[in-house]
């Protein structure tokens, strides 16, 4: 788009002319050589012509600005002419290109938000690595996993009702059918992370990540068979060396554990079960819940559900004899309550970034980002415990891996017929 800019000079000097204001603050050259700039009640006395030096009256001016006494025009020093005797000007708009300041803005906008999402992806891989760590340091020396992710539900529900309470985040109205709705996929999260907290206190975290892998193989198996999605072509191939990376890694891996593993594939069918019954379930009403004030409802009720259940199943281990028993493993006291602090915190702190974005980019640049998490975690925490990986074991996680990558890339590839 152009702006018009009235710019005027002339080649030789100007007289004084009565048309003009004699305002200082209007005076053709006070401030620079080649603007000029005109108070527009002074605009007004501009005598226009034409060719034939007949005076005229030029069509109606429409300016836009925020105070009258305000406006200037600008006008060029090449387009002023004096028409022989007469002291009349003629002035031409002449349209000179401007910088779009809504271009300049929007540009600034991309840039801000794309330094958002690389920012708010580091943090969420940062805080799963951490949490994986503690995680695993704790449930080593303190094999409880009922308790230790109650423990974390609680830190969740601590962080959630601060926040509500001090209006950092609007409190939802739960209506009866909203929780009704609510209530399964809360007890598929809570089993969900309890059979993971169980597979990382029994095989090594990489392992147990490498069997998560194959969360997309329990979707669509779900989707076909309850929904009758039929998945594309490209869809089951890429679930083909997910399916052969998990094996291989299963067969080579140096800390297999049938409870480990077992507990991992588990989890992989209620998290999954959850996504996928998710939309039959969700009512009409749930669509005024976000993404995060539908995850700190589900923490609230999976922590309230899974406190008692701890208790009956592993009775209460927060007594000095079981803290001390875990010190006795190389983990003193303190340590042990700060890791587990710290593994609460940041177990509802990733989960949380981890809905936040979601409500800013799709659900495919969302699995791709999952799948690049998943690779950082995997190297991460082979580095920290040092664990053993042979070449085999390495291949099979690869390949599961790329697998997970090319199935999050299959889904853009939208046929004609309904995809997963």
């Not at 006494?69 to 349209?95: C, H, M, Q, W, Y």
């Not at 992806?121 to 230790?148: D, E, H, R, S």
């Not at 580095?383 to 891996?401: E, H, K, R």
Request: hydrophobic share 45%; proline share 6%.
């Amino acid at each position: 788009m152009q702006n018009t800019l009235l710019l005027f000079s002339t080649s030789s000097s100007i007289p004084k002319s009565p048309f003009l204001n004699p305002n200082p603050k209007m005076s053709l050259l006070s401030h620079h050589p080649s603007l000029i700039q005109l108070h527009h009640y002074s605009l007004r006395r501009i005598s226009w012509g034409r060719a034939n030096s007949k005076p005229f009256l030029p069509p109606p001016l429409s300016f836009s600005s925020s105070s009258s006494s305000s406006f200037k025009a600008e006008i060029s020093a090449s387009i002023l002419s004096r028409r022989g005797k007469e002291n009349d000007f003629i002035v031409r708009a002449t349209p000179t290109s401007m910088p779009e300041s809504s271009e300049e803005s929007a540009i600034e906008q991309e840039l801000g938000r794309t330094l958002q999402l690389v920012s708010m992806f580091g943090i969420w891989y940062l805080l799963n690595i951490y949490f994986n760590i503690f995680n695993k340091q704790v449930l080593k020396v303190y094999p409880f996993p009922a308790t230790v992710t109650a423990f974390q539900f609680g830190c969740g529900t601590l962080i959630i009702l601060f926040m509500w309470g001090f209006k950092l985040y609007n409190r939802p109205n739960i209506t009866p059918s909203q929780f009704a709705a609510i209530l399964p996929l809360a007890v598929a999260h809570t089993l969900g992370n309890l059979l993971t907290n169980v597979s990382l206190g029994k095989v090594s975290v990489s392992f147990t990540h490498t069997i998560k892998a194959m969360e997309p193989f329990f979707t669509v198996l779900f989707s076909a068979l309850y929904f009758s999605e039929i998945p594309s072509v490209w869809v089951v191939s890429s679930l083909v060396p997910i399916v052969g990376g998990v094996a291989l890694a299963s067969f080579t891996e140096a800390s297999f554990n049938w409870i480990g593993f077992c507990s991992a594939m588990a989890s992989n069918v209620t998290n999954q079960s959850r996504n996928v019954f998710s939309k039959k379930l969700m009512v009409q009403e749930e669509e005024t819940l976000d993404n995060i004030n539908l995850f700190s409802v589900i923490t609230i009720i999976s922590f309230l559900m899974l406190t008692p259940s701890a208790i009956l199943i592993e009775g209460v281990k927060f007594s000095p004899s079981y803290l001390q028993s875990a010190a006795n493993q190389g983990l003193n006291i303190k340590e042990l309550c700060l890791r587990l602090l710290l593994s609460g915190i940041c177990f509802h702190s990733y989960q949380q970034v981890s809905y936040m974005i979601l409500q800013m980019v799709s659900p495919v640049t969302h699995a791709v980002g999952n799948c690049v998490k998943r690779v950082v975690l995997i190297v991460s925490s082979v580095i920290f415990f040092q664990t053993p990986i042979s070449p085999v074991n390495s291949l099979g996680t690869a390949v599961a891996l790329a697998g997970v990558f090319l199935y999050s890339r299959a889904k853009r590839i939208k046929p004609n017929s309904k995809v997963v």
